[in-house]
């Protein structure tokens, strides 16, 4: 197989003989499907999928057998020729996914799981199938119209005024990133000198990382230790903020939600301290954002909408599929100034001002229609089945937390603010290592898939329940794997 070397190196040589000549027509070479091959390729597809979902209850929560050679007979060039539909169809399920975390499935208890509605898959096939361009609001102005609605729900359900705004992207550390951008613009114009932003032991590592990538060096991040219940420790962001009096601060990233046990920092406080000090207040509720649909999630985030800007991943407390973050800001006028560019060739379509660009306040110019993703579902599912899920994910860690406790010997680390559980058990020596194998153990099972972190400089199991498919009879499953891994493992040991 040649691949691209086919098309020679000297471009304009290897062109000249395919330009027709005088009176000559071009022939067509066409890419589109005629109607019966698409509904074809669109059914064999569903057929798939419906048998993707329909074995996911039993099918394994990680598979990790002879993945390096597995993988290495999926690497192959690029075909010249195009192959039959179920020839392709039978690689990408049956070979490309069958090694890996079955992140889909209701046993994917790790990190923080995302989502995957099917109605979120169907709307991607329609933005994709129209391909409207939505970077800019001439280009699309019902799309638009549809994001911005969305957008809309958004900074309605964080408690956000008129003036507020935000942006579709691709993830929780995209929109992380442009908060942080978006901080360093508003506080700092183009001056980083002495620059300071400060975020507890708790933060998500992407903080850290939206920091360099925002031009800071990665000392310019002073990292607070965290409280006993893991929340930012406000005292001791005064006092370090007074040892930098040669400093500038000018950010403040709290955690509504954090990766390690799902924690809410103090966010009322916060905000107080930030308005004293005249500080940027960003939270990352990338986790724990979509919470605000119950009770529960409205009290613990109380003081979320005096925030600069927020982080959300739809792709996680919404159930949508992986590639869907969204920033909010107070004010979007402060996203406009970090953005908003134009050029000659856009002179004709950029907006005056009446209309939202999304160009003009976000990093990218050309994307898919995003809101379509979140838009479709809410309209088909409303927002209360989202709701319940929430509550159903609520009450299961709940119960995950008394059948923990319930087990001998074991310490919660610990309890859910959230949907997470994290926890260890006690031996009389090799505590860490015990306990990766007694983690090692339950995922070995190959029912549900755990992961773990270290709290308090120790080794701790985590359970995050958040995937839409996790019910009462899984994380059933996953006590009683503990239970019955944990007897094994002590027996093997007296
Ligand atoms: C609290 C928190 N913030 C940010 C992120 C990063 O989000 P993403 O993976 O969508 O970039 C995560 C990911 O799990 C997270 O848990």
Known sequence: MKGPTDFGKDQARALRPIVPGSGERLAACTIEPDPEEMRALL????????????????????????????????RHGMPKFG???????????????????????????????????VHAA??????????????????????????????????????YGPESGGILCSGGSMATFSAVFTARRRKLGDDLARARIYTSDQA?????????????????????????NFRLDIDALEKAIQSDSDQRPFLVVAQAGSTNTGSVDDLGGLADFCDLHDLWLH?????????????HGRDIMAGLERAHSITLDPHKGLFLPYGTGALLVRDESDLRAAHAMTADYLSDIVDQGANTDFCMISPELSREARGLRVWLPLQLLGYDTFRGQLLEKLRLARWAYQALLALPDVVVVSPPDLTIVAFRARFARDEDALNKRW????????????????????????????????????????????????TILRDHKS
């Open 439 to 486: 983690m090692a153990a339950v995922n070995a099972r190959r029912r549900v898939l755990l992961s773990g972190t270290s709290l308090n400089g120790a080794f701790a199991i985590r359970i995050c329940i958040l995937c839409f498919r996790t019910h009462f009879e899984h994380v059933e499953m996953a006590m009683r794997d503990l239970a019955e891994e944990l």
């Open 43 to 74: 059914h064999a597809v569903t057929e798939r999928l419906i048998e993707f979902i329909g074995q996911l209850d039993t099918a394994p929560a990680q598979v990790m057998d002879d993945v390096r050679e597995r993988t290495e007979k999926l």
């Open 204 to 228: 998500h590592h992407s903080v850290r990382k939206a920091a360099v990538l925002a031009g800071f060096a990665a000392d310019r991040v002073h990292v607070i230790a965290s409280d006993e």
């Open 283 to 295: 939270v990352d509720a990338a986790y724990g954002g979509f919470f605000l649909l119950t009770d």
């Open 83 to 117: 192959r039959p539909a179920e020839d392709v169809l039978d690689c990408l399920f049956g070979e490309a996914i069958a090694n890996g975390n079955n992140s889909a499935g209701p046993g994917y208890l790790a990190y923080v799981p995302g989502g995957g509605i």
């Open 122 to 159: 169907v709307a991607d096939l329609i933005a994709k199938t129209l391909n409207r361009f939505v970077g800019l609001w001439a280009g699309s102005p019902g799309l638009v119209q549809l994001e911005l609605n969305v957008l809309r729900w958004f900074c309605d359900l964080v408690g």
